[in-house]
């Protein structure tokens, strides 16, 4: 009965607003939401959930000023559930990635699972930022001419959207680095990349012919000392190796080798698929994760003393 008294209440306007919201905070959800060579999300059942919980953040986003408004502030308790319901996503993803990395190729790794799983966090919470700006600027506008209120509403919904957007995206790999298919040559059981070694573990005629005929590698160099760190790091690289395994697959033998004195990564496995643009499209996408990324003004700081 009382959700009834409520829907009755509301006007013709209050519908607009929320309907605008909704849109707007769904909208937003299916921007970010995008299948590439990494497949996340795979299609199309995870695509489809990432969609209804746009749709339920949005909801949630679009009454909450209304229902303020009216000084009914439980609405307050449900963005709060809404959050917790976030950071259930966020570890529901993460325990289905950590549950499949046997079967894939290569793991992905802690680091970039934990990436992967704070991005479907935060993507929520675009949607649900947007649906409340878009329906606070339409009662802020509050003119008598709903079209004038619902494209102010949907102007500011689609600002909201773009900086929110523009404040989550990260770098990629190929924005800090180069990276440059790398001339595979077999001495022995050892294996250069570039005249750089990269393992003796080539100990069988089988092994040494599958890297001279069908081996890829991938050089990457960082140019400078900043970019070097990030590249360097053991949960960066092995998300590179990742994705450039996913996308051509792998019949054996995958080797990383950080060259701390060059700074460069080099990445060598025999692909299934050989062809090296693909590899290098792959690894210049791959996301630098959070727990690898530098901040250039702490970098600078003297720790314990003056910048």
Do not use: W
């Not at 937003?28 to 749709?55: C, E, H, M, W």
């Not at 140019?223 to 792998?250: C, H, K, W, Y």
Request: proline share 3%.
């Amino acid at each position: 009965m009382e959700i009834l008294v409520t829907i009755k209440e509301l006007g013709i306007n209050d519908i607009y607003a929320i309907s605008a919201g909704i849109v707007m905070g769904t909208l937003a959800r299916l921007i970010t939401l995008k299948v590439d060579l990494r497949q996340i999300p795979s299609y199309p059942s995870a695509y489809f959930n990432n969609i209804i919980l746009g749709l339920i953040a949005s909801s949630l986003g679009a009454i909450a000023i209304p229902a303020i408004l009216t000084k009914d502030f439980t609405a307050v308790t449900f963005l709060a559930l809404a959050a917790t319901q976030f950071r259930e996503v966020r570890t529901a993803e993460r325990e289905s990635l950590e549950q499949l990395e046997h079967t894939e190729f290569v793991q992905r790794g802690e680091a970039y699972i934990d990436g992967i799983s704070k991005t479907f966090e935060s993507r929520n919470y675009i949607s649900l930022v947007t649906a409340v700006c878009t329906v606070l600027v339409i009662y802020i506008i509050n003119c008598p001419d709903i079209l004038l209120n619902m494209i102010f509403g949907v102007g500011a919904g689609l600002l909201v959207m773009f900086l929110c957007y523009r404040f989550t995206k990260g770098r990629n790999i190929g924005e800090i680095c180069t990276i440059n298919i790398g001339q595979v040559e077999v001495k022995g059981s050892e294996l250069y990349v570039d005249g750089i070694f990269v393992t003796n573990h080539l100990g069988t005629d089988v092994s040494r012919e599958l890297f001279t005929s069908e081996g890829l590698a991938l050089v990457l160099e960082a140019p400078d000392t900043m970019s070097s760190v990030v590249l360097l790091n053991s949960g960066q690289s092995q998300a590179i190796l990742f994705e450039a395994v996913r996308a051509l697959g792998v019949k054996r033998y995958r080797f990383i080798e950080r060259n701390l004195l060059t700074g460069k990564v080099i990445i060598a496995f025999v692909p299934i698929i050989n062809d090296p643009d693909r590899a290098v499209k792959a690894a210049y996408n791959t996301p630098v994760l959070e727990n690898s990324r530098k901040i250039k003004r702490i970098m600078k700081t003297s720790f314990g003393g003056k910048e």
